[in-house]
């Protein structure tokens, strides 16, 4: 054991992705001599006062050694995070250019100050716990340095800035599970991303600007379906106030010209087609988050049984509503696809209009157990044996899926964990149960926050109290994994992160 500096950072190695980080020449000359001499062991010494980065009216690019070991963690780490596809996609410009946040950061200290603080906290949810302080105190400041600015919607800077604070927000909520939704900040960030969409909405922006808002909307429905979110931008799309752009048509004059056309003319039919079908998924979570959000506002207003069950008859015909939509959108586009197996139909696809397509596959599949088996506690005791078999299918094809993501130890996709969660609750077989369980438990400690961890927790916890149900007389099917998660402090707020 080393004996260490108090005041010293030991990253035993960068996770999962040594491989994939900056090299030396990708940094300027003066830079250079204050990044490790190896990158399994980076060590990044702090003052016993802290941050000292400059006022918000000074370059940043004089910030230290310490903190450009955060930007380099920053990259190679936790951007592939909070972008589990880009680097499909080449959003960070590939090996030999700055990340673009990066770049903006350098230039616009309330960004540079949100970086290090996702970088810190990344490091202190994972043992480092005494980098805490470090990470609040680069928050504060980047809310603060931020608050005498313009509110331009126009803005890159801002979009990116209220993203990576609402990723950091969501990543602490773990730590602080009995926190209230209210008094969450990433209620605010969420709305200033919603904000920005509106105002850019059927503008030609940028592939990076696109993708974020694409995830935001994402991160919304998640949220919502976990008992955890308002869905503030999840309805706005499903009202159509806002259409998000297909992130891989628009234009960056910024970019490499080598790196503009990432596939040949022949596939871009493909992956029009891929992006329409991908469209019209989100657009179907967006509802179901709607209607999710919906009912149990409804719910938990009720204090009468005799109310509560005719609240229930009408949220059953509003779930029957969204349900045949579903299965209207999955006979006319979603076998389009699918031809007679999903291997076969990944094949057949361009690299990345497969990596569009499966991501989308994904989510269709999930909102349709979820559907089936969540909206409300009990559901699973309403469903005919047909419902079953279609779930029990369903399941199937998710942990097949993921399976093949985990054997090919492709650990950035952390939007798998979703799935896999809620194809080991609603899955009635314990074979099924024990492979999401070991699924999760691979996905452990590959993430920014520890919420495969937590979520694994959850689904062991489920899992349990649904057997000791069964051993007292009752049904699995009785237990709401919802409540039970809140009750257990396991309200995971985000599972890919």
């Known amino acids: ?26 940094f300027p000359p003066d830079r250079r001599t204050s990044l490790p001499s190896t990158m399994e062991r980076l060590e990044i010494t702090m003052s016993p006062r802290g941050s000292s980065l400059p006022s918000t009216n000074r370059n940043v690019m004089g910030s230290g050694a310490r903190n450009e070991r955060l930007m380099v963690h920053y990259r190679g780490f936790v951007a592939k995070r909070i972008m589990p596809l880009g680097k499909h996609f080449c959003l960070n410009f590939g090996p030999g250019y700055d990340d673009p946040i990066v770049a903006e950061a350098r230039m616009f200290p309330p960004l540079y100050h949100a970086i290090c603080a996702i970088s810190l906290l990344s490091l202190a949810l994972k ?30 800077r801002l979009l990116y800035l209220h993203f990576l604070l609402l990723v950091y927000d969501i990543c602490y909520a773990i730590q602080e599970p009995g926190m209230s ?16 969409a509106q105002n850019r909405s ?35 799309f499903a009202n159509h106030e806002i259409t998000l752009p297909d992130w891989r ?50 719910a938990l207003q009720q204090n009468s049984p005799e109310v509560r069950h005719q609240v229930m008859t009408a949220q059953q015909r509003l779930i029957a509503q969204l349900r045949n939509q579903f ?86 996709q952390h939007h798998i964990v979703w799935p896999i969660f809620v194809a080991g609750y609603a899955a009635v077989d314990m074979d099924t149960k024990i492979h999401a369980l070991n699924l999760m438990r691979a996905m452990e400690g590959t ?16 899992c349990e109290e649904q057997r000791l149900r069964v051993l007292h007389g009752g049904r699995a099917e009785e237990v709401d994994w919802i409540a039970l998660a809140k009750s257990k402090g396991l309200g995971v707020v985000n599972f890919g992160l």
């Not at 470090?134 to 931020?146: L, M, P, V």
């Not at 939704?181 to 920005?196: A, C, E, G, K, S």
């Not at 596939?263 to 967006?286: K, L, Q, R, W």
Request: proline residues 4%; contains cysteine.
């Open 1 to 26: 054991m080393l004996d260490c500096d108090p005041n010293t950072i030991v990253l035993s190695r960068f996770e999962d992705a040594p491989l994939s980080m900056p090299t030396l020449s990708s």
């Open 127 to 156: 043992g480092q716990q005494q980098l805490l302080p470090e990470a609040f105190q680069h928050y504060h400041q980047a809310i603060s340095s931020s608050l005498t600015l313009p509110s331009d919607l126009n803005s890159d």
């Open 181 to 196: 939704q209210d008094m969450n900040m990433w209620v605010q960030h969420m709305q200033h991303l919603l904000h920005i």
């Open 202 to 236: 059927g503008q030609n922006i940028g592939e990076l600007q696109a993708y974020l808002l694409w995830y935001a909307l994402y991160l919304d429905v998640q949220a919502c379906l976990c008992g955890n979110g308002e869905g503030r931008f999840a309805r706005a």
């Open 249 to 298: 048509e628009t234009k960056d004059a910024s970019r490499p010209v080598a790196m503009r056309n990432l596939y040949p003319n022949d596939e871009n039919t493909v992956y029009a087609a891929v992006h329409a079908f991908s469209n019209a998924v989100c657009m179907m979570g967006a509802r179901l988050a709607t209607l999710v959000c919906d009912l149990r506002a409804k």
């Open 327 to 412: 299965y209207t959108f999955e006979s006319m586009e979603y076998h389009a696809f699918l031809a007679s197996d999903h291997a076969r139909t990944a094949a057949q696809l361009p690299l990345l209009a497969r990596i569009t397509f499966e991501y989308a596959y994904l989510q269709f599949n999930t909102d349709m157990i979820y559907l089936h088996t969540c909206v409300y506690p009990g559901q699973q005791m309403h469903n005919s044996p047909e419902i079953k078999n279609e779930i029990a299918m369903r399941c199937a094809m998710i942990i097949n899926l993921c399976t093949s993501v985990v054997d090919s130890q492709n650990f950035d």
């Open 447 to 462: 993430g920014i926050a520890c919420n495969a961890l937590r979520s694994r927790e959850l689904l062991a916890a489920i």
